[in-house]
T-cell receptor
């Protein structure tokens, strides 16, 4: 997909290393958080989600950590691969208004 | 392939015109969401329908409207187009709100 914003934070990571992408969310009442990946020319793709009553959730090669005290969400990607190069968005959902709010995005560039 | 289809893929039109974007959700998904992605505003939630009824509204302009039909496909109508409406428009669907959303490939709208 298109770069979201002219000045996306960019993380350059060596292939095989672990990546950590951070996100500060805005609503302390948000109930549900999702990480999406957007590759060039494509729509966002779901990676992993976490509910507000959890602080950690693991998927395949990915882990999401939630720190509600400081309203911080992170995505860890293990053994980063060239196919992980994309823009990553965090999104928060408040069940009260059912609106999914996306962060600005982080560009990840994997160096072979 | 997310299973969500959007047409057309590209659309070029002039200011003041009206266009209709179409979305077919994944089979079995009752919720449809519309998003606008532009360079300066990132990914913005516009509106959500669930089984034919409007469920949530985001930053949707009055010049824009949407509907979901009995067969669950959805259309987003954009009228009195302005240059600033040029963006990628994504449709997403989910089984039930707020569940994991699957995004279509998007429609790129260019207003000249």
């Amino acid at each position: 997909g298109e770069s979201v914003g002219l000045h996306l934070p960019t993380l350059s990571v060596q292939e095989g290393d672990n990546s950590i992408i951070n996100c500060a969310y805005s609503n302390s009442a948000s109930d549900y958080f999702i990480w999406y990946k957007q590759e060039s020319g494509k729509g966002p793709q779901f990676i992993i989600d976490i509910r507000s009553n959890m602080d950690k959730r693991q998927g395949q090669r990915v882990t999401v950590l939630l720190n509600k005290t400081v309203k911080h969400l992170s995505l860890q990607i293990a053994a980063t691969q060239p196919g992980d190069s994309a823009v990553y968005f965090c999104a928060e959902l408040y069940y009260g208004n059912n609106r999914l709010a996306f962060g600005k995005g982080n560009q990840v560039v994997v160096i072979p | 392939d997310s299973g969500v289809t959007q047409t057309p893929k590209h659309l070029i039109t002039a200011t003041g015109q009206r266009v209709t974007l179409r979305c077919s959700p994944r089979s079995g998904d009752l919720s449809v969401y519309w998003y606008q992605q532009s360079l300066d505003q990132g990914l913005q939630f516009l509106i959500q329908y669930y089984n034919g009824e409007e469920r949530a509204k985001g930053n949707i302009l009055e010049r824009f409207s949407a509907q979901q039909f009995p067969d669950l496909h959805s259309e987003l109508n954009l009228s009195s187009l302005e240059l600033g409406d040029s963006a990628l428009y994504f449709c997403a669907s989910s089984v039930d709100p707020p569940g994991e959303q699957y995004f279509g490939p998007g429609t790129r709208l260019t207003v000249t």
